[in-house]
């Protein structure tokens, strides 16, 4: 089955840290680019940022760059996905997804079902 | 950056036809993909660049792109298909998606 679970969504305070997980089973992991989109609370969907399939290019949304990076392992089937100086809007629910191209333009064949982050003080 | 434009809501009797439209400058020249949302759940990929349904996606669900606007059509709405739909496309090395349209089904 294909699947992708997402874990280390938590409350934490404005202006700390937090590392998101995403393990990936049931496909040829490194084939494929991968994702991390966020949904606010009650609010559309957002893209967050990409990685391609060989760690070779990675792409950030203008309200994360210089904040949060992107990374993947995919001897471990993972992708990761470093948040720092945190606001409280990136308040979200936070998917990975994989997408259906090694370098991207494909769209988003496969969605996890979130890890919720809350940045609150 | 890119901005994509959606109505954010459309209604529909059962089985009618819905279309939703995705409008963004130089659109024509990029392929868009669409979501489908239910509440509670994860994104759903229905169609993709541009008119490519995905395996087990229903036929009645079609895409199509012209000039600066992607539409995705819905023949033969089923109360199921009640839900969000986004839009996205590819842009400069990053993506967007549309706000989003509400899909009532009446």
């Known amino acids: 089955e294909v699947q992708l679970v997402e874990s280390g969504g938590t409350w934490v305070q404005p202006g700390r840290s937090l590392r998101l997980s995403c393990a990936a089973s049931?496909?040829?992991?490194?084939?494929?680019?991968m994702h991390w989109v966020r949904q606010a609370p009650g609010k559309g969907l957002e893209w967050v940022s990409g990685?391609?399939?060989?760690?070779?290019?990675?792409a950030y949304a203008d309200s994360v760059k210089g904040r949060f990076t992107s990374s993947r392992d995919n001897a471990k089937h993972s992708l990761s996905l470093q948040m720092n100086s945190l606001r409280p809007e990136d308040t979200a629910l936070y998917y990975c997804?994989?997408?259906?191209?090694?370098?991207?333009?494909?769209?988003?064949?496969?969605w996890g079902q979130g890890t919720m982050v809350t940045v609150s003080s | 950056s890119l901005e994509l434009t959606q109505p954010p809501s459309v209604s529909v009797s059962p089985g009618q036809t819905a279309s939703i439209t995705c409008s963004g400058p130089?659109?024509?020249?990029?392929?868009a993909s669409w979501y489908q949302q239910k509440p509670g759940q994860s994104p759903v990929l229905v169609i993709y660049?541009?008119?490519k349904r995905p395996s087990g996606i229903p036929e009645r669900f079609s895409g199509s792109s012209s000039g600066n606007t992607a539409t995705l059509t819905i023949s033969g709405t089923q109360a199921m298909d009640e839900a969000d739909y986004y839009c996205?496309?590819?842009?400069?090395?990053?993506?967007?998606f549309g706000a989003g349209t509400k899909v009532t089904v009446l």
């Open positions: 997804a994989k997408d259906l191209a090694p370098t991207g333009e494909g769209g988003f064949d496969v």
């Open positions: 660049r541009d008119d």
């Open positions: 996205q496309v590819w842009a400069s090395s990053t993506y967007v």
């Open positions: 130089g659109l024509g020249a990029r392929y």
């Open positions: 990685i391609n399939w060989n760690s070779a290019s990675t």
């Open positions: 049931g496909f040829t992991f490194d084939d494929y680019a």
